[in-house]
């Protein structure tokens, strides 16, 4: 499913849709739009996910909204399960793909049903190994956030998930909403690409605009989610904190251009085709400074450093003092290797 040539970009519409199936389409037919790889719900349970706690810590994390805690917000954002079933039949006439976080057996059997071809963990669940290891027994790709965890939490989880057999896309966060440059470790993905060889590794982005998504393509991450809503100044939770359609296009676009100039397979220092013509003509070649006699020995005083690239390179100069030419030349001329005596 992940290819290591290309970026895997993911629209995160979470629950950018409000509760509103109408939204959560115009989201689907956006994304595709907008060149997204996929689009990913969050499909949940509020009462399967944490207790309600008016003045706890989540709601003064998030202050949008009024009085109603985290909770009531959350709940009022759920989607059915026919509802996710319609999104997934819409989303196939869109031709994007279409998946889901899940965050309990409870949305986990509702992704099942309607056969999401993959499985998002958030990072809130990295430690959470009861949930991991349902996911395991599907047999399906699986992309891990790994934000908020260790080194120590990340290889359980990992190790968890390789027991099925399942494809997977391990992807660096930071979860805080938004993070200032100093909080980002964008170095983490290079880190995981060294610890983790065999699974692809990406960048799940909670920044307010599109460059280090597009810095973390730069840095090796082939799966990128970011953020999507259609309007900013939509009400809800997620929407300022996410990239509008022009922003996720103009990323997408930034990100396809950029793959074409990191080729994985290319292992040394090479030359594109077009480059090494350009080294005939704008490389200096050792030529005759003065009318040189056929016979004569030629000195450093003989030679000129002159354009094009196309006859001995200046840095053979050594090798061709002291031998003799084979014709005269006239000045000017360029200097090959069949016109001197060995």
């Known amino acids: 499913m992940f290819k290591k040539d290309r970026v895997f970009i993911i629209a995160e519409a979470g629950i950018n849709h ?5 939204i959560a389409k115009k989201l689907i037919t956006a994304a595709k739009e907008c060149g997204a790889d996929a689009i990913k719900f969050q499909a949940f349970k509020t009462d399967e996910l944490f ?21 009531q917000r959350l709940k009022s954002s759920e989607l059915s399960e026919s509802d996710y079933a319609k999104l997934s039949d819409f989303a196939k006439k869109e031709k994007i793909m279409f998946f889901s976080s899940i965050f309990g057996e409870q949305s986990l059997e509702v992704m099942k049903k309607i056969k999401v071809p993959l499985f998002k963990i958030a990072s809130c669940d990295l430690n959470n190994h009861s949930l991991l290891r349902e996911v395991s027994k599907t047999g399906k790709p699986v992309i891990i956030s790994v934000g908020m965890g260790d080194l120590k939490e990340i290889k359980e989880a990992v190790k968890i998930l390789e027991r099925g057999k399942n494809e997977l896309g391990i992807l660096h966060c930071v979860s805080l909403y938004p993070p200032v440059a100093g909080e980002l470790n964008l170095q983490k993905i290079g880190i995981l ?3 983790f060889p065999k699974h692809i590794i990406g960048y799940s982005d909670h920044t307010l605009d599109i460059f280090i998504p597009v810095s973390a393509v730069a840095l090796g991450a082939k799966i990128i989610e970011k953020h999507f809503t259609l309007d900013k100044n939509m009400s809800g ?11 996720f296009k103009k990323m997408v676009e930034q990100i396809r251009f ?22 005939k003509v704008f490389r200096r070649s050792l030529v005759a400074d003065v009318k040189i006699f056929k016979g004569t020995a030629i000195t450093k005083e003989m030679l000129g450093i002159k354009r094009p690239g196309t006859g001995i390179p200046s840095s053979d100069m050594i090798k061709v003092i002291g031998r003799r030419v084979k014709r005269s030349l006239t000045k000017n001329t360029v200097l090959k290797y069949a016109d001197l005596e060995k």
């Open 51 to 71: 207790i309600e706690r008016p003045q706890d810590i989540e709601h003064k994390l998030f202050k949008s909204g009024g009085d109603k805690s985290l909770f």
């Open 18 to 22: 409000n509760g509103n199936l109408g």
């Open 193 to 195: 690409k060294k610890i």
């Open 237 to 247: 939770l997620d929407h300022l904190r996410s990239a509008d359609p022009d922003e």
């Open 258 to 279: 950029l793959e074409k100039t990191i080729d994985p397979n290319k292992k040394n220092i090479t030359l594109a085709t077009r480059e090494k013509e350009m080294r």
